[in-house]
């Protein structure tokens, strides 16, 4: 078995390779290009054989070629959809013509498995599987065969296909739309309007895979919990034991949500005190506040400060409060005065906490500009939870599982959304965010876990209430927007450099500066083994003469490259890296001794500057890197740093100068340094 899994994995593998390096090849031929897309999507959805055909790289790459203008988008669409429509009509078509026959015939006589979970899939959700399986890669195949030989009529089954297929398609295409649009539209900010864009995406992505995660595994972690809460109400006869016992028993409707919610309420009490506890102490979590601070200013755009300012107005004082009065009105119109209470209470008491405990750490923003507040835990960010959260819980127990996971999904991306936006202009630290969201979210499950104890019975279901949701927060929005767009907080004024003297920098100041990059946590890597006095164009101009190259810029050309199955070293693109958060202003690179090595060089500003007596000169500091291509690593090209190989036997070895007066070599901590001036600084 397993060497038959094996041989079936390079099998795949081998697929994949060629097919994407096709991909490649076509890139320049739009017509051609439109087959391919075609052709994924077809035999994506044919019963087994779909498994092996990568049919959502090509819509990605698709997608990024469209954004790059190289594609027709309406096009990519028609084909897509059309190449969906035709793979599931044919699975439907056999699935109709050989019944319980088509069981012996192959593949599937190798794989009845597959089969038996299709239909176990297809009985439990009816028509809805046909939609639900073309975003479940094992199961996207074979149920359009089980709707076949289940009966179902074609009439039904094509109205669903054709509904599947508009949905599938611009949920796989629209991404690499979005990248590459922001390749081609990015020029001297791309990697920052990539990031932003990138993160928006995760943001999504993330939180949808995370709301169903959590509902797909409830059950067995309840149970799990039940199990251990069991055996110590057997073990503790008194109140608490009692109270123990009522949750487990079958019989109490909601018996599952209120165990749920009670391991919420530990887990998000254990969260706040353990980021209280690292805030006080100044534990490393501090570090990670401040290069990711330092990290989102030096990403920040214009573009960017739009979008997140205008995303914000979802966690508004005017939006919370517009939507405190809708829940408000439809708790009246259930006659439900408890609920009200309980809605009204989590978010009064909930600010008069938060105040308390501001007051009591008085802990600043990361913003200068913003001295009129504190911000631990942040009263925003809880706010917009308990808001959204509660919401969330009261729409959970009125609608379906699916819709349930939609609604939980949906308030997760704008809770993070405007905690992200918060972060972004420096209204309060990543630790403050979290923080006022576990405290926040521990406190709607304790409000839930009263709303349920005192009303376990199920609410009657209101379907409708998403979507009137959905129009309040539209609208109030749509007016926030209207009236004023929201002005983005400006950045906290840079620190002018530290001055020192050439003579005191050469003697000792350069201890001041780091030996080694810090990461996000602040933890060591590559050594900085090089201090280097110039303008950026003097550095620029002194590396180009010595052979040196600045990075590959992400483009169309590099996007391919990352997938192509044979490219150079230099090709690919020189990703900044962040030290204590700020990307690499300026990164070079030279070929190495083969084509799957180069030498890389990147710097980052020190925040001191150099006076000579003449000018002030700003000095930054380097490090050298031997990148080495990973072949295994295919279908995305990989470069690993060789973290064995010396930094100045590589300069030695790849004769790479770098057009600069030494001044000195220095020890730093067992890193050797270099202490470099331009020649006309």
């Not at 797909?216 to 069991?230: E, M, T």
């Not at 400060?305 to 009105?329: F, P, Q, R």
Request: hydrophobic share 50%; glycine share 10%.
């Amino acid at each position: 078995m397993r060497e038959c899994g094996e041989h079936e994995g390079a099998q795949r593998s081998t697929m994949e390779h060629a097919y994407i390096h096709l991909l490649h090849l076509l890139a320049g031929h739009s017509a051609w290009m439109l087959a391919v897309v075609f052709l994924a999507a077809f035999l994506e959805a044919i019963a087994v054989i779909g498994t092996f055909i990568p049919g959502s790289t090509a819509m990605f790459l698709a997608g990024a070629l469209t954004g790059t203008g190289s594609l027709s988008l309406a096009w990519v669409f028609a084909w897509a959809i059309l190449g969906a429509i035709a793979g599931d009509g044919m699975s439907f078509w056999l699935g109709g013509r050989y019944k319980e026959r088509i069981v012996q015939l192959w593949p599937l006589s190798r794989h009845p498995e597959v089969l038996d979970a299709g239909q176990r899939f297809f009985l439990k959700h009816g028509s809805k599987s046909v939609v639900l399986a073309r975003f479940i890669g094992p199961l996207r195949a074979i149920v359009p065969v089980v709707a076949g030989m289940m009966g179902m009529s074609p009439l039904r089954f094509y109205a669903i296909n054709l509904l599947s297929a508009l949905l599938w398609a611009p949920a796989h295409i629209l991404p690499g739309v979005v990248f590459g649009a922001s390749v081609l539209l990015a020029g001297a900010v791309s990697f920052r309007l990539v990031v932003i864009i990138a993160i928006l995406v995760c943001i999504v992505w993330l939180s949808f895979r995370g709301a169903g995660f959590l509902v797909a595994h409830a059950n067995a972690w309840s149970s799990a919990a039940g199990r251990h809460l069991g055996d110590w109400a057997c073990r503790h006869p008194g109140p608490l034991g009692r109270m123990a016992r009522r949750l487990l028993d079958p019989d109490e409707p909601d018996a599952t949500n209120l165990l749920v919610t009670s391991l919420v309420v530990l887990v998000t009490g254990a969260l706040f005190f353990g980021i209280l506890g690292d805030v006080v102490s100044g534990d490393p979590l501090t570090a990670v506040d401040l290069s990711v601070y330092h990290f989102l200013q030096s990403v920040r755009t214009p573009w960017g400060d739009t979008v997140l300012a205008k995303l914000g107005t979802l966690g508004s004082g005017i939006t919370l409060t517009t939507l405190i009065v809708t829940v408000t009105l439809w708790m009246l119109w259930e006659r439900r005065w408890r609920t009200i209470s309980y809605w009204l209470a989590a978010v009064a008491f909930s600010q008069l906490l938060i105040l308390g405990l501001q007051l009591a750490m008085r802990r600043a923003p990361p913003n200068e500009l913003m001295t009129s507040h504190y911000v631990f835990p942040s009263n925003h960010v809880a706010a917009t939870v308990i808001v959204y959260g509660f919401l969330a819980f009261l729409l959970a127990r009125r609608v379906g599982k699916l819709e349930g996971v939609l609604v939980g999904g949906a308030s997760t991306i704008i809770v993070i959304v405007v905690a992200f936006a918060g972060v972004y202009f420096g209204r309060y630290w990543v630790s403050d965010a979290i923080g006022g969201a576990a405290l926040a979210f521990g406190w709607v499950a304790i409000v839930a876990l009263t709303a349920i104890w005192r009303h376990p019975q199920p609410p009657p279901q209101r379907w409708f209430m998403p979507l009137v949701v959905l129009t309040v927060v539209l609208v109030s929005v749509g007016v926030q927007l209207g009236v004023a767009l929201p002005t983005p907080p400006g950045s906290a004024p840079q620190p002018p450099p530290v001055l020192l003297t050439q003579a005191a920098w050469k003697l000792s100041e350069w201890k001041r500066l780091p030996c080694y990059r810090s990461d996000m946590g602040g933890d060591h890597k590559e050594p900085l083994t090089l201090q280097w006095v110039s303008q950026p164009a003097s550095i620029r101009d002194q590396l180009r003469a010595q052979g040196w190259i600045e990075g590959t810029d992400v483009s169309a050309h590099s996007l391919l490259s990352l997938a192509s199955p044979d490219v150079a070293a230099v090709s690919l693109p020189v990703l900044p890296k962040l030290n204590n958060g700020v990307p690499s202003s300026l990164v070079f690179m030279r070929p190495g001794e083969s084509r799957d090595e180069r030498y890389v060089l990147r710097f980052w500003p020190s925040g001191y500057a150099v006076d000579n007596g003449i000018s002030t000169t700003p000095l930054w500091v380097g490090s050298f890197a031997y990148e080495r291509l990973s072949r295994p690593s295919w279908p995305l090209n990989i470069l690993r740093v060789d973290r064995q190989a010396n930094p100045f036997a590589a300069r030695t070895k790849s004769g790479a100068g770098l057009g600069a007066t030494i001044l000195a070599e220095v020890d730093c901590h067992g890193v050797p340094v270099s202490l470099l001036v331009s020649p006309m600084e």
